[in-house]
């Protein structure tokens, strides 16, 4: 793929992904706001539904997606030495990835 | 060919001023920065919280109490203005509101509302 392909297709991704997160959290946000979680068990119910645990763990890969893009777009902006560039973005990659292993794991083992 | 002005020398800060889209524009990178260090800390209140009662409890007792619930209320602040200023540049990209009296106003719009709502939750939880 061409330099200018990958440039879209990371524009495109970032917007997708954008577009479900979006969703998701007004949703989160509606629906928490209507029928306010009270204890555990009404919030492990809540995120132990099929529907909502696919989203959760849809939402946590585009959250992957969308921080990776947005970061780098960020540190291309600012870092501009390319040893430095490719430390931060080592450590941004880490962070993402680190975050995005625990928070599924969470969602599988109180979910599954 | 015409000789290229010379670069300003004197830069006031205090006497540049940013336009609205441009403050919507440099918030959004700042809250997703923001939204993107504190990741760990979202992950571990998942975490916590699905563990049992008293992870849940521990949980709603870091976002709402102590020193740590100003910083709540800046990731709070983050999410409503990166959420906000996100859906009003993915309406400019489908050509939704690129007007400069409409993108103005959107802008001013996002800004406000985000305040709005990061002031509605600190009031809840300070």
Do not use: K
């Amino acid at each position: 793929m061409s330099r200018l392909a990958h440039g879209l297709r990371d524009w495109l991704l970032q917007r997708v992904s954008a577009a479900f997160l979006g969703c998701y959290l007004v949703y989160l946000m509606v629906h928490f706001s209507l029928q306010p979680v009270q204890d555990y068990e009404q919030w492990h119910a809540w995120i132990s539904q099929p529907l909502i645990a696919i989203a959760s763990a849809g939402s946590i890969l585009a959250v992957l997606v969308h921080g990776w893009v947005g970061m780098r777009d960020v540190v291309f902006d600012y870092v501009h030495t390319v040893s430095l560039r490719l430390i931060v973005l080592t450590l941004i990659g880490l962070l993402l990835g680190g975050c995005g292993f625990w928070a599924l794991r969470v969602l599988v083992l109180a979910t599954a | 060919m015409t000789r290229q002005p010379s670069a300003p020398v004197y830069l006031n800060l205090l006497r540049i001023s940013f336009p609205v889209g441009a403050v919507t524009s440099i918030a959004h990178r700042v809250s997703g920065l923001l939204l993107f260090v504190s990741l760990p800390f979202f992950t571990y209140l998942l975490d916590i919280s699905l563990q049992g009662p008293e992870g849940y409890a521990e949980a709603i007792d870091i976002l709402g109490n102590g020193w740590l619930r100003s910083g709540s209320a800046v990731l709070a602040w983050s999410l409503f203005h990166h959420l906000l200023s996100g859906i009003r540049f993915l309406l400019i990209d489908i050509g939704a509101g690129v007007m400069l009296t409409q993108a103005r106003a959107s802008a001013w719009l996002v800004n406000v509302t985000a305040l709005v709502l990061a002031l509605a939750y600190s009031w809840r939880i300070f």
